[in-house]
């Protein structure tokens, strides 16, 4: 059985405003309303004779990604922290070096949590014939079969046919021009590199050793001076950071002489801007994709998605409109790369609507920003039945919460007692504090916040069964 690892990384920056750095694009429902990204990734699995998931992940994004696996029945998966970003090839190897902490050589099939693959049934015969490829040694990648001149794309050129199944990897090319592109499609002889792996964890580390030792290195520290928290897997974040910045192709698989590939046609995209979701879903007789509270007229070929508010377009063609509650992107089709730049400007501007949205999600439940003001800000915050906020204090503000419905049980203090509905408390600045939901229902209440500071780093944590500190 292989191990499948599922590359949870990234901000997904090209499809701001939904995508943000605290809530990225694979943990999104962008393509299906019941399932975000990585539980669709995960799911088309199903059938194949696989073990648990090994999710790698950002630290920033591990509650996040713990509660999506427990909504898809893996309460147990094991989520491996990386501290830092350090590209494909030192995540693949932590994953690896994992997969055979317990004496086996598991084969990994390496996928991304964000990428689009229409049919389930062709991408399960391909990973069958690469499971074949990678059980006599082989490092194999899946190449797509192209269908455009795509520029946003590199490439696999195909060599030699093997006896099994696929071919032996010719080259690895970077993202051509339009007119390279084109030749690449006439030729019959490249393929689109999807970023899909599959090999035995050893045969991975063994070509890591041979071409990027330091890499290879590094990561075998880290991971050895690491700990295990609840079903975390952390690694010794300052050895980490020391860590070579490479992709898996540079590092090995452009350099190993045994890389082959696997022929993909089963409908895959990376899903990389707004251009290609309207590429990938069903759209009206006018060529629109609408979701949402959604007018149009006389507007054709765009793609409209409203969160909160009614969106009218009147009159437009080839647009893309994005509405969320504290940010609103309106492009061209063919602009929606620059959609990065948007992201360097409010970084630049220390604003924060690249990192967060206004409903925030944490380990306990939610809270969603309401309003703010000068020296004031509401949420509505939401705790699931069971769950208590960290006993914390604020140096700058104080708290005024109101239930709105369920039961709080509030530590203020020295003393502890219940709040139901309609009921209030008050917590002034620099008391030490808890929030509980013992019922078991949510717990919903507004949070007045007051003071001359009202940052989310204005928190002094005592202790919290989440490991925050």
Not at 121 to 132: D, P, R, V
């Amino acid at each position: 059985m292989f191990v499948p690892v599922i590359m949870a990384g990234g901000s997904g920056s090209r499809l701001w405003p939904l995508s943000r750095q605290l809530h990225p694009k694979q943990f999104l429902p962008l393509l299906d309303s019941n399932r975000s990204m990585l539980q669709a990734t995960i799911g088309r699995l199903h059938g194949l004779d696989h073990q648990s998931p090994l999710l790698v992940c950002s630290e920033d994004h591990r509650f996040l990604a713990a509660e999506q696996l427990r909504q898809i029945g893996l309460d147990n998966a094991k989520i491996l922290l990386e501290p830092v970003a350090r590209n494909t090839a030192p995540a693949i190897a932590l994953a690896a070096l994992q997969a055979m902490a317990d004496g086996q050589d598991p084969i990994l099939l390496v996928l991304a949590a964000d990428h689009l693959i229409a049919d389930d049934k062709t991408f399960q015969e391909s990973i069958k014939k690469a499971e074949a490829l990678a059980e006599l040694g082989s490092l194999v990648t899946f190449g797509v079969v192209p269908t455009s001149a795509e520029t946003g794309y590199g490439y696999l050129q195909k060599g030699p046919a093997l006896q099994q199944h696929g071919f032996a990897v010719a080259r690895f090319v970077e993202k051509p021009d339009k007119t390279t592109a084109q030749h690449y499609l006439d030729s019959g002889e490249y393929f689109w590199n999807s970023g899909m792996f599959m090999f035995k964890a050893s045969r991975y580390l063994q070509e890591l050793d041979k071409f990027c030792p330091e890499i290879a290195s590094c990561c075998r520290n880290a991971l050895a001076a690491g700990s295990q928290d609840m079903f975390f897997s952390r690694v010794d974040s300052h050895i980490f950071t020391t860590c070579p910045d490479d992709s898996i192709d540079y590092a090995v698989m452009e350099k190993t002489d045994d890389a082959v590939m696997v022929p993909l046609d089963a409908g895959w995209s990376d899903i990389g801007s707004w251009s290609a979701l309207w590429d990938a879903e069903e759209r009206d007789s006018k060529g629109n994709l609408r979701k949402g509270d959604v007018f149009t007229l006389d507007t054709t070929n765009c793609y409209i998605k409203s969160e909160n508010r009614f969106v009218a377009a009147i009159g437009v063609d080839d647009l893309v409109v994005v509405e969320t509650k504290d940010a609103v992107l309106v492009s061209k089709k063919d602009k929606v790369q620059d959609v990065k730049r948007v992201v360097d400007y409010l970084r630049s501007k220390n604003r924060d609507e690249h990192i967060v949205h206004k409903k925030v999600y944490r380990p306990w439940g939610e809270y969603d920003a309401i309003g703010a003001g000068e020296r004031y800000q509401v949420k509505r915050i939401t705790v699931k039945p069971g769950q208590k906020l960290s006993v914390q204090m604020h140096h700058h503000r104080a708290e005024h919460w109101i239930v709105v419905s369920g039961t709080a049980k509030v530590t203020n203090g020295e003393k502890t007692y219940l709040v139901t509905e309609n009921q209030s408390t008050y917590i002034p600045i620099g008391g030490i504090h808890a929030l509980e939901n013992p019922g078991i229902i949510p717990l919903e209440l507004i949070e007045v916040q007051s003071g001359s500071y009202l940052g989310e780093d204005d928190i002094v944590r005592f202790s919290d069964q989440y490991g925050r500190c």
